[in-house]
Every structure is written in structure tokens, then in C-alpha cells.
């Protein structure tokens, strides 16, 4: 809940300023107050009228407002918020942002206020990539700016990619958090992600296909609401979400000994696509081509992590998930596996080739617990990350 709180919500002028006006419902339904404030590109996009109206205040646009100013000057304007909401963030704004200028009102706000900012960026996929952006990024975070999104997705201006702004719903959740609020806030989760490389010899190695995309998101979406996350992570070809302790790992048997290492915790997810075997003896040279003669390679299995975290008598997290990466049989394959490794919930997906699921952006997962199995519809793997750590708040909640 969020009664008590005010909210100054800079609206920007990008497409997804008609996505702020359902954020100001959400943030009124939980009980904030919304001070909304409009730069002139936001009010090509959405009328001061509607904003006004659903915010149930005045709606403030212009920095030089005699009327305002004899109102509420807005060095105090800036300052009688619990939190600063920047929604969309767009590229410009994040760039006057990060320079600290201050040629109107949303801006002269930023600048001369002393309340916590968190903002949610939406813009282009190239303008976010862009060095410029990812440079103010930085030195906005490194000033202290919390940062909800971008999600991936299509995109109004017909690209896909990261650059498509936080649905309503996620944004209250990083504003909860930011408030000290998130469901979550105080609990421990650790998450498993991306491959394992197991080496052949000091340049070789056995790798799989595994993005790391989904325990990225995972993460990210556990932090947002408010958990102390480790993230544990093969060599992963997405980045770690921001807002979490990451442990680098190579090979199974480190993540292992990172996943021992990060307990206790209230909650874990092994969303890693863990090796299952690794080469005996690997060399401490090149093996080397001989004409005519083939190497032949030795296994060894690898620990089981999630078999050996969910069988842990004391120390067991009291939420264990783990994931089915499956071709065949799905379902049946993920029930049984839940029942093998003795974890709580196993999040099952298919990945034959033809799903486009591994390595991919999108999702279709069906999550199995002892209550039975729920098919979730296919969404990008933000919505599914978000949707899972929803779950465990809730689960974490109730006990
Ligand atoms: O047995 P399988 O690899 O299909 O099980 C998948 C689940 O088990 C995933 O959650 C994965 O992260 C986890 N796992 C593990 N350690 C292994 C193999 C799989 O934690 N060695």
C-alpha cells in the first residue's frame, strides 16, 4: 500500500505517455497522491486535461507560471514528494537529466530536488543501444537514480527490442521498493542463470545454448520488488540485471560451490542450464591434432545442484524452484522431475528448435507445483519473469 505517500510524476513526451495515465490509477488505487507534472512534447501525447482529471490535481506544465509560483514555487514543488517518478524517461530527458540541466519545468525539478528519482525509461531500441544513452544511464545510476526497465518487446515505431517502457504494474512495484515497500523487502532469493562451459582443455569447452535471458529476468524482476538477490551466472550472453550481488561462475561444479556459498536464503530459482557431465582430467595443455587418431573424451557427472539444495535438511530455502528445459512430454517429464529433485515448483518450457524459446526472447512456460499444473500464456520473458516473481512474493508471504 502506498496511502500516505506523494507521488510527483513527470510525464516525458514519448509514445508511452498514454501508459503514465493508467500508472496514475494504479499509483491512486493503492492510496498515493499524484502531483503530475507535463513537459511540453508529453502534452502532444496526452492532454493536461486527462492527466489532470485521473490524477485528481492540478497539472503542472510550464516552468514560468506566475500563478504557480505564487501557489507553490517549485523548489518546494520538488520537495514535498515522497518519490520522483519519471515516466516515460526518454532519451532527452534522461540526457538533460544527466547533465543537470534545467530549461523548463520537469527539469528544474529534477534538478533542485532532494527526494529519491526513479525513473522508467522508454524510447527506440537504437536510441537506447546508443552509447549516448547508456553513458547518461550510467552516470544517472551512479548518481543514485533508480531505473525500472526497459522491457523487450515490439514497439510502436515497428522495431523490436529493449526500449519499450515498464507496463503500469511493474513501475508501482519499483515504486513500492523505492519506498521501502516491495513485498519482497527483506527476503533473500538466489537465482541460478545462463550456461556452464566445462572445459576440454585450457581453449576448449562444451558449452549449450542458454541466453542467461531468463534468469536475468528473474532476477531483475525479485530485486524490483524489493528481495536481496544473488545472482549466480554461467558465462551468460545478456548482462545482469542492476541491483544485485552477481557471483561469476564457469562450470557446474563452481556454480555449485557459489550456490552453497550464497545460503541461506528464503527463496531460490535455478533457472541455470547447467552442464550434466564434465570432461575427467581436463588438460592442462592443447590436446593436440594427430593425423589419423581421434581424442577421446571421458565423463563424469556433475553435482545437481537444485536436486542437492531442495534435499538439504537444514539451510533448505523454503522455496525452491527449478526449471524443465524439455522437447518431449513436457508436462509428464516436469511432474516427475519436481517429485525427483524434491524442489517446490519446476517452471517447465518447451524448447525444441521449432519454439524458438532457447536463446530467444519469448516464453510459453507451464508452472507445476503440488497443486497441480498452470499453463501460462507465451510472453516475453520480462512478463514471465515478473509473473514468477509475483508467485513467490506471494508464496513467501503466506508462510
Ligand atoms: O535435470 P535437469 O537438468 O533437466 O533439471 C533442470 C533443473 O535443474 C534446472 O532448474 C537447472 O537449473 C537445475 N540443475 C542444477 N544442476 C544440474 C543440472 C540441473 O541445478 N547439474
Redesign the pocket.
Given at each position: 500500500m502506498l496511502s500516505g505517500k506523494r507521488i510527483l510524476l513527470i510525464i516525458g513526451g514519448g509514445i508511452a505517455a498514454y501508459k503514465a495515465l493508467d500508472l496514475i490509477r494504479r499509483l491512486r488505487e493503492r492510496g498515493a497522491a499524484v502531483t503530475p507534472v507535463l513537459t511540453a512534447a508529453a502534452a502532444q501525447f496526452v492532454t493536461p486535461l486527462s492527466v489532470s482529471a485521473l490524477a485528481g490535481e492540478k497539472v503542472y506544465t510550464e516552468l514560468f507560471d506566475l500563478t504557480d509560483e505564487a501557489e507553490m514555487g517549485h523548489i518546494q514543488l520538488s520537495r514535498v514528494a515522497d518519490l520522483v517518478v519519471v515516466a516515460p524517461a526518454t532519451a532527452d530527458l534522461m540526457a538533460k537529466m544527466a547533465q543537470g540541466l534545467a530549461g523548463d519545468l520537469a527539469t528544474t525539478l529534477l534538478l533542485a530536488t532532494d527526494t529519491p528519482v526513479l525513473i522508467a525509461p522508454a524510447m527506440n531500441v537504437r536510441m537506447w543501444e546508443h552509447a549516448a544513452t547508456q553513458r547518461n544511464l550510467a552516470t544517472l545510476r551512479g548518481d543514485g537514480v533508480r531505473v525500472v526497465g526497459p522491457n523487450e518487446g515490439d514497439m510502436a515505431c515497428g522495431e523490436y527490442g529493449p526500449g519499450r517502457m515498464s507496463e503500469p504494474l511493474e513501475i508501482v512495484a519499483g515504486v513500492e521498493a523505492a519506498l521501502g515497500q516491495g513485498p519482497l523487502q527483506g527476503r533473500r532469493v538466489l537465482v541460478?542463470s545462463g550456461p556452464t562451459h566445462e572445459p576440454i582443455d585450457p581453449v576448449r569447452y562444451i558449452a549449450n545454448r542458454s541466453s542467461g535471458a531468463q534468469g536475468s529476468a528473474i532476477a531483475r524482476a525479485l530485486a524490483v520488488l524489493g528481495a536481496e538477490v544473488t545472482f549466480v551466472t554461467g558465462p551468460a550472453g545478456v548482462p545482469p540485471p542492476d541491483g544485485v550481488a552477481v557471483v561469476r561462475v564457469q562450470t557446474?561444479r563452481q556454480m555449485r560451490d557459489a550456490v552453497m556459498a550464497a545460503l541461506p536464503a528464503d527463496a531460490a530459482v535455478?533457472?541455470?542450464?547447467?552442464a550434466?557431465w564434465h570432461v575427467v582430467g581436463d588438460s592442462r595443455s592443447k590436446i593436440k591434432k594427430v593425423a589419423g587418431t581421434l581424442p577421446t573424451l571421458q565423463f563424469a557427472e556433475?553435482?545437481?545442484?537444485?536436486a542437492e539444495v531442495s534435499q538439504l535438511g537444514t539451510g533448505r530455502p523454503k522455496l525452491v524452484v527449478?526449471?524443465?528445459?524439455e522437447t518431449d512430454d513436457v508436462v509428464a517429464n516436469a511432474t516427475a522431475?519436481r517429485v525427483r529433485?524434491g524442489c517446490d515448483w519446476i517452471v517447465a518450457n518447451d524448447v525444441s528448435p521449432a519454439t524458438g524459446i532457447m536463446g530467444g526472447t519469448e516464453n510459453a512456460v507451464t508452472l507445476i507445483s503440488d497443486a497441480g499444473a498452470e499453463v501460462w500464456d507465451r510472453a516475453g520473458k520480462d512478463v514471465v519473469a515478473t509473473r514468477l516473481a509475483a508467485r513467490i512474493a506471494d508464496a513467501l508471504g503466506k508462510g
Open positions: 541460478t557446474a535455478f533457472a541455470a542450464a547447467v550434466d556433475n553435482p545437481d545442484i537444485l527449478g526449471f524443465a528445459a522431475k529433485k
